[in-house]
């Protein structure tokens, strides 16, 4: 039988202590034991279904944390206040001092960030690759590498990774494949194709509101015991955990995804269709002649489409801006970073989201300054969506 995350959030038996069909909010930091010996045991990880404490485990985040873990067929998974919690927990949790990290070139911004000039602080360091060459992948380990890092579709360029052959790679060095699933949530399973940790900012396309900043780490059940481990683990030492109320709305939220992404890629695909047969330089992996098409097609779960990311190259960031701007006032979406959000959202990459890679960098990384990135929305009309793009097209003679 195929995997399908939708259906497996959809069998969770997951109801509240008086029935209500959404669980109860667990408000508490702290928990009441009537056996003090059950309190140690709890604290041992030994209590099965007893909670202590909050930034360790609470009622709410577990809800949350089940149907991600359900959505990525992992064992387990803990859920953390920001998808770059969850990244740089799960990072440092694998690595020590003087361990190495293999990393696509093309990431977000922020996760760029951390391994380029946070990580080095304690020792650890990372060799940027272009994680498409899977030669210079190889070429790239060394004794000391712990971890080979993507993203399922890189950000912004929205380049497709081979997990199967990048966790070949990984496990014949007894090395750790991590994986960022952002874009592709219910799209693409990366524990399905050989990752053995999933990252993702649940910020984006599985809350899909824009209304707050959470994220998700996904693994054994072996790994998030050991992230959460009173003496000795990352999250629980770090305390990046998320607040209750957040999982309850994130938990409702998750429910509607596979309905969302489903639209969001629809729309997507007709925006990319639409503006390719203008002549407009397009990155969509939906589209035939896209580069990671092939790729994306043999190992995505096939009903949700290709995604909502898209890009277009308008060469120069005079031009992009002046496209964003008039997009805006006609109604597209917003200038705005972020994705996954109900309303189409755009920027321009190089002057936003990775600003934080170097422009010579971004321009080896094959990204151009008029690089635009569209995170389509849930648009009821898209055709009507895209005659206003067109209409903003013409007016500034792109094309
Ligand atoms: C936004 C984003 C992050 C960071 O997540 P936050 O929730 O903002 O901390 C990490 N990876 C990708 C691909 C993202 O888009």
Known sequence: ????????????????????????????????????NTMLETFHGDAEGCFLYSRHWNPSNKYLADAMAAMEGTEAAWVTASGMGAISNALMHICNAGDHIVSSITTYGGTYALLANYLPKFNIETTFVDISDLESVKNAIKPNTKVIYTETMTNPLLVISDIPKLAEIAHEKDILLVVDNTFTPMIITPSKLGADITVYSLTKFV?????????????????????????????????????????SQILKNIHTLHIRMKQHSTNAMYLAEKLSEKGVPVVYPGLVKDKGHKLMTRFMNPQFGYGGMLAIDLETTERANALMEKMEIEGVGYLAVSLGYFKTLFSCSGKSTSSE????????????????????????????????????????AIY
């Open 207 to 247: 809350n899909g509101k824009n209304d707050c900043v959470a994220g998700a780490i996904c693994g054994s059940t072996d790994f998030i015991g050991s992230l959460i481990d009173v003496n000795s683990g990352t999250s629980m030492l770090l305390g990046p955990v998320l607040d209750p109320l957040r999982s």
């Open 1 to 36: 039988m195929k995997f399908d995350p939708a259906s497996n959030i959809q069998d969770l038996l997951q109801f509240g202590e008086y029935g209500d069909v959404n669980p109860s909010i667990t408000d508490s930091a702290t928990f009441t034991f009537m056996q003090a």
């Open 357 to 396: 890679v170097p422009e010579d960098i971004q321009h080896k990384m094959g990204m151009s300054d008029g690089l635009v990135r569209f995170s389509v929305g849930l648009d009821n009309d898209i055709e009507r969506t895209f005659n206003k793009i067109d209409k903003c097209m013409r007016e500034l």
